[in-house]
């Protein structure tokens, strides 16, 4: 397993590590607690260099409780400058200037009705290319991958075409979300919305030119959007997908429980009990920074140490992606759960949601589903199924901490 910590250098005086019996009937059991002073610590190691790793080992205290006296904990460190990013400021706007490379940058709107029920198509297109993808985002996600489309698609003659699906991504860009934590919110309780996002988006994809093969990627949550429309739709408008890390099991939101709440919220919005717009989750202004508040979109938001790790790896305008803390809604957990029970619907019926060949990767490293789950449920989708688990990369397989790991996605699916 692997973990990233992030701290002042001025301040830091060293790492504390503690091992927990977690209890939740009384206080947790300290088994095995011990400091590393800063100056043990190894110097720092620039991001896209060789990892220079430094062992540690230590016993218990002799005071530990028996049952781990004979243990010795062996982890490693590298530490490496907050200042470097796997993704600069410059590689971004390098990735959307209106023309670099051959490649032509533009924004189409998939237009509504409504602002809030827009729709945002990034385009990268050449001249030269003959085949296309369309890039389906996850919640609260932004396209941040110059590092990967280049290698994956650009390079290999397709044109890149990134879909901010209703309320997500460039769509609080531009004005169309109203509410700091409604971005991703789905007032409708239901992906059927996001179909129009899709249909609108192979239109732009189609009048721009007849490729001969067209991919549906998406990530995380952009899994259900992409599923919902297939199942709804058909598949007809795609040659295959990749798949990383798709939504298609609750995963760590927080226990059996709360999940069990979460694929029954339809039931408890028939009795009244909620509606699409409650937010779940919300993170209130710590007690310490209560005379400063942070005020935004009509709500006082609280920095994620999540989305800010991110972000010190992988730079975006925080006006597209969170930095944030963003509660979930009952309308997009109702959506995401009418979705899963779409897909089973199918399993049990023996009904492919597509016969097209498609890549499944994901990580035992991600935090935010579980992989096992995740596999699993790649047999739900189509018997043309490729499936890959890495070992450390992220929930994204491609904004991984370390760059190694981004560079082994890169090449699978490459190869794929």
């Not at 205290?61 to 470097?84: C, H, I, K, Y």
């Not at 169309?176 to 179909?195: C, E, L, Q």
């Not at 899709?198 to 994809?205: A, D, Q, R, V, Y």
Request: proline share 4%; with cysteine; aromatic share 12%.
């Amino acid at each position: 397993a692997k973990c990233m910590l992030i701290g002042k250098k001025e301040n830091t005086t060293g790492l504390k590590f503690a091992m927990l019996d977690k209890n939740n009937n009384t206080e947790d059991e300290v088994l095995v607690e011990f400091e590393v002073p800063r100056e043990e610590l190894p110097g720092t190691t620039p991001l896209g260099e060789p990892s220079v790793w430094t062992e540690f080992r230590r016993a218990p205290a002799e005071s530990s409780p028996s049952r781990v006296q004979n243990m010795v904990l062996v982890f490693r460190v590298m530490v490496t400058d907050g200042s470097d990013r796997i993704v600069t400021p410059e590689d971004t706007t390098a990735f959307h200037q209106e023309e670099f490379d051959g490649i032509t940058y533009s924004e189409e709107v998939v237009e509504a009705d409504e602002d809030e029920d827009k729709a945002l198509l990034q385009c990268w297109r050449s001249e030269s290319s003959n085949k296309a993808v369309l890039w389906i985002l996850g919640r609260n996600d932004v396209f941040m991958h110059s590092h990967v489309a280049n290698t994956i698609f650009l390079s290999k003659g397709y044109d890149l075409y990134c879909l901010n699906y209703k309320q997500n991504g460039h769509c609080r860009t531009r004005g169309w979300i109203k509410d700091a934590h409604f971005n991703s919110h789905n007032k409708y309780g239901s992906f059927d919305t996001y179909i129009d996002d899709i249909e609108g988006s192979l239109e732009i994809i189609n009048s721009t030119k007849e490729y001969e093969t067209c991919l549906g990627y998406a990530h995380s949550t952009g899994g259900p959007v992409l599923l919902n429309y297939l199942m709804e739709k058909g598949d007809q408008a795609f040659d295959g997908f990749v798949f990383n890390s798709p939504f298609l099991d609750w995963g760590f939101v927080g226990g059996d429980m709360i999940e069990f709440v979460l694929e029954h919220m339809g039931l408890m919005e028939q009795f009244g009990t909620m509606e699409n717009d409650t937010k779940m989750g919300v993170v209130g202004t710590p007690d310490a920074f209560r005379d400063t508040p942070i005020p935004y979109l009509e709500e006082e938001v609280v920095i994620s140490d999540w989305s800010a790790k991110l972000w010190s790896l992988y730079y975006h305008s925080w006006d597209a992606r969170p930095l944030y803390h963003v509660p979930m809604t009952v309308g997009f957990a109702q959506g995401v759960t009418n979705v899963h029970r779409k897909l089973e619907s199918f399993h049990e019926q023996r009904k492919a949601v597509t016969s097209k060949p498609f890549l499944l990767i994901t990580s035992r490293g991600d935090d935010v589903l579980k992989a096992p789950e995740t596999l699993s449920r790649a047999d739900w989708i189509g018997p043309g199924r490729w499936e890959i688990e890495l070992n450390d990369n992220a929930h994204d397989i491609f904004l991984s901490q370390d760059p190694n790991d981004n560079n082994m996605a890169v090449g699978m699916v490459e190869v794929w």
